[in-house]
């Protein structure tokens, strides 16, 4: 809970980040920027290891690339973990703290994952190992004034992991804009989308699985691009022949979840991902995997279905019974586009982000 502190409009706030690859880091920082700037923001990114997706993004958006050495000049210093580990964005942490005149606020966007959470995959998790992550996120947390993550399920990751947190720890939600009716559903309505980075953490295997057996004739499409590609093309040809597409990483994600279906999100693990929150707002209904950040955002049974992460029989049978009935989908559906015009709103969570900056002021 954050409460007001000094108002912060002509006040300059620098983001940074080490994120390598588009996506729902790139996005939420670009959007922030840009409502930062609308309440009258000074707004910068920080280019020490900004990867050359953000800063492409950042300088068409119209707002400055700064180099560490001009954090002295900011209020804010904003930092966006990617990874939970990541050496080089602890690195930026510990400089912009050097200077005393920034507030230092770090997003923790993925928490939770299998190097930080053993009972994920408990393979290769020593003692030693825990212990040393555990002082190094010590390290990393007490060089801030304040940590933002993105959902209650990472908070309480977080509080759990490191129960002594030198740190305050905020939960921001992250939001998209409010979108306009979108309108009849076409006859897409046996369309399982996945949006994500083809990677093991996204569970794509699971639904080309829950694809194999499912019962019902839904196909399933799934946008984005990532190393195992190839793995599961060919896990494809061999469990779920003809019912799995791979079409690569898209610019027009919105508009075509626009055109109805279903959202499946499988994941291992999660904070709040972008995918599913532009699936509500298009009134599509989600079926996801019981995790971090997916469990807060779909209700089951009333904006979409949980089910047990890891398990494709139930991810099949969840699938088959959206997709049996379009205007229960709908139904759904509509229920989902509620619930992110209530609470998951590109607004809340600029204004939400903005409370955090006072409070450490």
């Not at 994920?120 to 040393?132: I, Q, V």
């Not at 306009?180 to 295997?205: C, F, I, M, S, Y």
């Not at 626009?258 to 904070?271: I, K, Q």
């Amino acid at each position: 809970m954050t409460t007001p502190g000094r108002p912060l409009a002509g006040c300059r706030v620098i983001l940074g980040s080490t994120a390598a690859i588009p996506g729902g880091v790139a996005r939420h920082m670009l959007d922030l920027a840009a409502g930062l700037r609308t309440r009258g923001i000074d707004v910068a990114f920080l280019a020490d290891r900004l990867s050359e997706h953000l800063v492409q993004r950042a300088v068409e958006a119209g707002h400055p690339v700064v180099a560490l050495s001009e954090a002295t000049s900011s209020d804010v210093v904003h930092l966006h973990l990617a990874y939970t580990f990541d050496g080089p964005s602890a690195a930026l942490v510990f400089k912009a703290r050097a200077r005393v005149r920034c507030r230092v606020v770090m997003t923790e966007h993925l928490p939770r994952s299998n190097a930080s959470d053993p009972g994920l995959e408990p393979a290769g998790h020593g003692r030693l190992a825990r212990s040393g992550k555990s002082a190094f996120k010590a390290a990393e947390y007490a060089a801030c004034h304040a940590v933002i993550v993105v959902s209650r399920g990472s908070a309480r990751f977080l509080q759990t992991r490191y129960p002594a947190l030198p740190s305050s720890i905020h939960v921001v939600e992250n939001g998209v804009p409010i979108r306009a009716d979108p309108g009849p559903w076409t006859d897409r309505h046996l369309t399982v989308w996945g949006v994500g980075e083809l990677n093991r953490q996204k569970g794509w295997d699971l639904l080309v699985e829950a694809a194999g057996r499912a019962q019902a004739p839904w196909r399933v499409r799934i946008l984005g691009s990532g190393v195992h590609r190839a793995a599961l093309e060919t896990l494809t040809a061999r469990v779920a022949p003809g019912r799995v597409a791979f079409e690569g990483r898209r610019d027009d994600v919105a508009a075509l979840l626009g055109g109805g279906g279903v959202l499946c999100a499988p994941s291992r693990w999660e904070a709040s991902p972008y995918a599913a929150l532009e699936a509500m707002s298009a009134a599509l209904p989600v079926v996801a995997a019981r995790v971090d950040g997916l469990e807060d955002m779909v209700v089951d049974g009333v904006t979409g279905r949980l089910v047990p992460p890891e398990d494709a029989d139930s991810l099949a049978e969840a699938l088959d019974e959206v997709t049996a009935d379009v205007f229960e989908a709908q139904r759904l559906g509509e229920a989902g586009r509620a619930r992110q015009a209530a609470h998951y709103t590109l607004d809340r969570m600029v204004s939400q982000t903005v409370a955090v900056y006072q409070e450490c002021r």
